[in-house]
């Protein structure tokens, strides 16, 4: 019986994120996320030590302290909600960027709070929070894109393994500056380090396959695998075209026909 040459099955990149071991570029975006999260925890604490080392010298009421504590959580929800969809339009890394930029900037400015000046801390805490709670939404799918599909749950619990953590952070972080509520503001200026981190991760390939860049997006799975562009996979064809994106009625309009959902690959996790 005559020999037939085997012809090698084709993968796509997802497939062959898949089926390798991570690499140092993936575990470097696994690190990324943990930092995130944690500095995300720290600060979303931060406010109530913060409020707690100044009501004595400040004289602050019950009503006083209850608004610095309020603003912050209430912008936090306002922050993952708006955060979500800003990062469909204009990138999940980008997005990611500035949520960081936002809460480390209006963090640093609250060093410039004149003696009682609570409300002061309080309106910036409202720009504080809406940083602070676009952080996890939108850096937990970005690192899910570049991980094998059985690793997406995991990275999803790091999610909440970090909420007891920043409080201890925050607990020690009060304890070693004492009653200095400024060098414990300062501490919560140090995430800024990861914009520069940001700076060496390319975007989310979903955002550039969804935009139409499948070059770009072939380009972000090779630099994750850590291979040559010509060696990574072909992407799959989206499931509807590019152009059609869906709001919440699309996420809850449960008859929307399958030619008018959203355009998403099948490692996406969220839109």
Same mark, same amino acid.
């Given at each position: 019986?005559?020999?037939?040459?085997?012809?090698?099955?084709?993968?796509?990149?997802?497939?062959?994120?898949?089926?390798?071991?991570?690499?140092?570029?993936?575990?470097?975006?696994?690190?990324?996320?943990?930092?995130?999260?944690?500095?995300?925890?720290?600060?979303?604490?931060? /406010? +109530?030590?913060?409020? *707690? %080392?100044?009501?004595?010298?400040?004289?602050?009421?019950? #009503?006083?302290?209850? $608004? !610095? =504590?309020?603003?912050?959580?209430?912008?936090?929800?306002?922050?993952?909600?708006?955060?979500?969809?800003?990062?469909?339009? /204009? +990138?999940?890394?980008? *997005? %990611?960027?500035?949520?960081?930029?936002?809460?480390?900037? #209006?963090?640093?400015? $609250? !060093? =410039?709070?004149?003696?009682?000046?609570?409300?002061?801390?309080?309106?910036?805490?409202?720009?504080?929070?809406?940083?602070?709670? +676009?952080?996890?939404?939108?850096?937990?799918?970005?690192?899910?894109?570049?991980?094998?599909?059985?690793?997406?749950? !995991? =990275?999803?619990?790091?999610?909440?393994?970090?909420?007891?953590?920043?409080?201890?952070?925050?607990?020690?972080?009060?304890?070693?500056?004492?009653?200095?509520?400024?060098?414990?503001?300062?501490?919560?200026?140090?995430?800024?380090?990861?914009?520069?981190? =940001?700076?060496?991760?390319?975007?989310?390939?979903?955002?550039?396959?969804?935009?139409?860049?499948?070059?770009?997006?072939?380009?972000?799975?090779?630099?994750?695998?850590?291979?040559?562009?010509?060696?990574?996979?072909?992407?799959?064809?989206?499931?509807?075209?590019?152009?059609?994106?869906?709001?919440?009625?699309?996420?809850?309009?449960?008859?929307?026909?399958?030619?008018?959902?959203?355009?998403?690959?099948?490692?996406?996790?969220?839109?």
């Amino acid at each position: 019986m005559p020999h037939r040459p085997h012809s090698p099955v084709p993968h796509t990149a997802y497939e062959q994120i898949d089926a390798a071991p991570l690499t140092s570029n993936q575990k470097s975006l696994i690190a990324l996320l943990a930092v995130g999260n944690l500095s995300e925890f720290f600060d979303m604490f931060l /406010i +109530g030590f913060v409020v *707690a %080392l100044l009501i004595e010298p400040w004289n602050l009421t019950g #009503f006083e302290e209850g $608004t !610095l =504590l309020a603003c912050s959580g209430l912008a936090t929800v306002l922050g993952a909600v708006a955060w979500g969809r800003i990062a469909d339009s /204009i +990138g999940r890394r980008r *997005a %990611l960027f500035w949520c960081i930029l936002t809460f480390v900037s #209006f963090t640093a400015l $609250t !060093l =410039l709070t004149p003696e009682r000046g609570w409300v002061m801390i309080a309106v910036l805490r409202v720009s504080v929070g809406m940083g602070v709670g +676009g952080l996890n939404i939108t850096s937990i799918p970005y690192v899910q894109e570049f991980v094998p599909s059985t690793h997406r749950g !995991l =990275l999803a619990g790091l999610g909440s393994v970090f909420i007891p953590l920043g409080l201890v952070l925050g607990s020690v972080s009060q304890k070693v500056v004492d009653d200095n509520w400024r060098l414990l503001i300062l501490l919560g200026c140090l995430p800024a380090v990861l914009l520069i981190w =940001l700076r060496v991760v390319p975007e989310s390939p979903r955002f550039h396959q969804v935009a139409g860049h499948e070059n770009r997006a072939r380009a972000s799975l090779a630099w994750a695998l850590e291979l040559p562009l010509d060696e990574a996979g072909e992407l799959p064809a989206p499931r509807c075209s590019p152009s059609v994106h869906s709001g919440l009625r699309g996420i809850f309009w449960r008859h929307c026909p399958p030619t008018r959902r959203a355009c998403s690959s099948p490692r996406s996790s969220s839109s």
